[in-house]
């Protein structure tokens, strides 16, 4: 809270008292508008200490009760609203906290989030040039910029922002589906062939979520086995198309994945592509986690084949560190995108104006208006330039690489994943109590431990890690790495406190079972 | 540009110096992003400033001269990416000047863009209660509050933020098609009786879009008569189902629009509501632009009969001047949303948690990461309470009516709808030298007139408008009132320098024809 002196009776004004509708009070806009920023540099610097916690964790009615999130029937004070920014900033989990560790995409880029700031303050809708004309130009560069990390020239393909890898992927089977069946846009899909599209067991769900809105049916988005880590089995592809086909399905759509959820893994993305060329099917690669291994000289081979897909998803808010959202969709035939979404509606997107109308957007978008997410990523990216992506890509998985390392030489730590390949590091805690049961009932127990562990973390709000279960194995952590503020000091403070956490609950946790 | 004095040594430093990768650098990163505040809070100042103006235009490959977009291989520092802010700045359009009419979401609200600041700075993924506790009470509260509006009880309802009212509409489609044939989510529609849809010719192109996407098919989702001015006529409706039905379609959606792009029409919900009974038809209502008029006591009687819907879109972002995005769906089944979407995806939202699982919302949405936009709205409506968004969309409305009072009585102005009942006004501007001529001649002139006048403006950068042809008149311009900064003289100066733009134009135009 900063309104002190002379900020005084900025406190006492109303946002109305403001700009735009206030053209007197400049300065007293300018120093409501410091104030707010001034407090929330004050939230990263305490986000940042490690001394703070992760989360101050409350039960949904408890929180209820502590919060007021009513709409008043009038206008609350400046004062107010900063009153009201403190008390979420208080309950609200440090996402850019070092130890958070609990989704994949972790962190807080300052120049990203700055680049947020602008992004609101301009407040641009990307369907057409006349109103978006620099960010219209700035998104061509970027995506060709990504085109070419993928290895695609910059004729080749083209590429769209979407709201989040899901709706990319959504449109790359929509994309698949007109370009072997470009009547179905009009015509839809009753008395059509049975449309199948194959995925691995180990990808996204919305995969089967994009099979289910297109009018696919999530049981015609078939399962391809992958080995122990969650890699797809190409043989294993190829006997399922096979199948299919027997079957009288119309196989249309394989989706590999670069960087799976839980695992980390990377499908063999050639083996795949030469099932995909021998029986003419559309290949997707869905490398929202994975993609920004591309920036990684070092690393990239991973993605090797990538290059022959048909189709992209790659989040910049998952391993490159954007702030949310951030995704791209990028397909590999010119004019695709826009022959697939086009609706032609004239009365938005003018073919008459005074400008080349090919640099609107809104046409080949599944969406109308459209967020700008690129200024962040263009402003981030040139912050670090290509060298500095680099640096920041190999230091996770170098740390990735420690982390692995000490947690197979510390006592009372199993790997799920031997091998990790990525930044998801999978991992049991043990206790000593269970240590020398038989498998079946140790991993009964464990089953239970992972979330009691996890349950004690939020409590203390001292870290955050994520756990599942997979179809073999009982539950797991699922550490991941993409957090610029981790150093191994915090690598080393997460195994530590598994342990002290674990060791008191395991002899009450025994006790019930 | 605010690096003076002891901020010249910060615009020496690179990202990298500063938090999270830097702790030493606490004062630089404050003063650093201090500056970035202060810099952003100067351009709101110029943009409400109306000396400046709305844009500074420049043809594609032109700008593409003037700047620097690629990405460097080494990192810029940071007075290099102020600098580059500033380019950008210098050529993007001024959305919040009080002179941009050209898009239904106007303006620049400072506590929605605040809003925004701290929305980027927390950086929550919406998808689990366990990293977005407060939010997700936040957005639960404030979908209520929109449901109450509505006239749904609280327990009868559910809702998703989305992004952008075109998938907010796609969410819709897929809910009502669960809804009446669950079994589509699984099997798909190959072999499934034809569905169809019905929305208004005048209504969004993402009803067909949502179609397309659906595998319905943009062919079957059938163009309902609307009336002069773009209301859908409900007799019309009842025939084309009836007729539909005969020729053996399985009709399921109707698509009500509560405010028209072009002409903001409201078509008469109750109506359609009674042929949608009639038929056991789901009624959607799209009211992204006119959502917010359930805000007004005095003017919501437009949406009477919108509480009989089964689902609702509502962009917040439109007539409520909320920053880009934020839209909202709501559904008139409990748990329907959910059935629909779910993929249950265990490694994502697991079941045992240690809080209730129910508050997650992952499985209900379409995406999987989901950004935060209830923070800003929420900021914003305590901003105003209740009764400041009465106010402001009140004023609005009273603008709309100054404005058509003034061009009905301004030479050279036509009115295409003589009576708006919304936001837009439609008009042309009849330069005098072709006043006199058949009307035939007349309006093949006006089709170009009109986009003549618009790229004059554009040259000029004084004020920006849109225009449009509909299926029976030529190019006319669409005024919206929507930005808050906006004044009746502002409205006057618009009317002005479309007549200095016209009076110039036309003889050399004319020359030409």
Redesign the interface.
């Known amino acids: 809270m900063n309104f002190e002196a002379e900020e005084k009776k900025i406190g006492n004004l ?3 008292d ?4 206030n ?1 007197e009070n ?1 300065d007293e ?2 120093l ?3 104030g ?3 407090f ?2 004050q ?3 305490d986000e ?1 200490n490690r001394d703070n916690k992760v ?1 101050d ?4 009615s408890e ?2 009760r502590k ?1 007021d ?8 004070n400046l004062s ?2 900063l009153q ?2 403190n008390e ?2 208080k ?3 440090k ?2 906290h ?1 130890r958070f560790f ?2 994949i ?1 972790c ?5 990203s ?2 680049g ?10 990307m369907f057409t ?10 998104e061509q ?2 995506l060709r ?1 990504m085109m070419n990390l993928i290895g695609w020239t910059p004729h080749e393909g083209d590429g769209i922002f979407t ?5 990319a992927n ?1 449109y790359a089977m ?1 994309s698949a ?1 007109y370009y072997g069946f470009p009547q ?12 199948c599209a194959f995925t691995s067991e180990d990808s ?3 995969i ?2 994009a ?10 988005c078939f399962p391809i086995k992958t080995d122990e880590y969650g890699r797809m089995i190409p043989s294993a592809l190829e006997q399922e198309i096979i199948r299919c086909k027997k079957e009288g399905f119309h196989p249309f759509f394989v989706c590999a994945t670069a960087g799976t ?2 695992y980390g893994a990377f499908d063999p993305l050639n083996g795949i592509a030469d099932v995909c060329e021998k029986y003419g099917l559309w290949l997707h690669v869905d490398a929202a986690w994975g993609g920004g291994l591309l920036l990684s000289p070092e690393y990239r081979h991973k993605l090797s084949g990538i290059e022959r897909a048909n189709s992209i998803t790659w989040d910049p ?1 998952k391993l490159m560190g954007v ?3 951030c995704s791209a969709c990028f397909i590999r035939h010119k004019d695709l995108l826009l022959k697939t ?1 086009q ?1 032609s ?4 997107f ?1 073919q ?5 109308v090919r ?1 609107d957007t809104g046409d080949k978008a ?7 997410d690129v ?1 962040k990523l ?11 992506f680099r640096h920041q890509i190999n230091r996770c998985i170098d740390l990735a690489k420690y982390f692995t390392n000490k947690i197979k030489n510390t006592k009372g730590f199993e790997m799920v994943d031997p091998h990790p390949e990525f930044l998801n590091i999978c991992f049991w805690y043990v206790p000593e109590s269970i240590r020398c049961l038989r498998p079946e009932e140790k991993y009964s127990l464990l089953s239970k431990v992972t ?1 009691k562990i ?2 004690k973390m ?2 203390r709000g001292t870290t ?1 890690v994520s ?4 179809k073999h194995r009982p ?1 797991f952590f699922r550490m991941i790495i993409s957090n ?2 981790t150093t191994r000091d915090d690598l080393d403070f997460l195994i530590e406190e598994i342990i002290n956490i674990g060791k008191d609950l395991i002899m009450e946790h025994l006790e019930i079972a």
């Open positions: 109303y946002a109305t403001l700009l735009p509708q053209l400049l806009t300018r409501f508008l410091q707010f920023a001034q929330l540099i939230y990263i610097q940042n989360l964790f409350h039960q949904p929180l209820l919060l999130l009513k709409i008043p029937e009038n206008p609350m107010q609203l009201s920014c979420v900033l309950y609200c989990v996402t850019g070092p609990n989704q995409p962190g807080l880029d300052l120049i989030m700055a947020e700031w602008l992004t609101a303050t301009v407040n641009t809708n040039y006349e109103v978006a004309s620099v960010f219209i130009l700035m560069e970027i910029t709201p989040g890898g899901s709706i959504l929509n589906r179905i846009k009009s015509s839809g899909m009753s008395f059509m062939p049975k449309l996204h769900y919305s089967k979520s099979a289910a809105v297109c009018g696919i049916g999530t049981d015609n959820t839980v808010h702030t949310l959202q979404n609706m509606a004239d009365y938005l003018q008459d104006k005074c400008y080349d640099y599944m969406q109308c208006g459209r967020r700008n200024f263009w402003l981030m990216w040139r912050s670090k330039g290509m060298e500095g979330p996890k349950a939020m409590e955050m756990y599942q279960q997979d539950n610029q503020a």
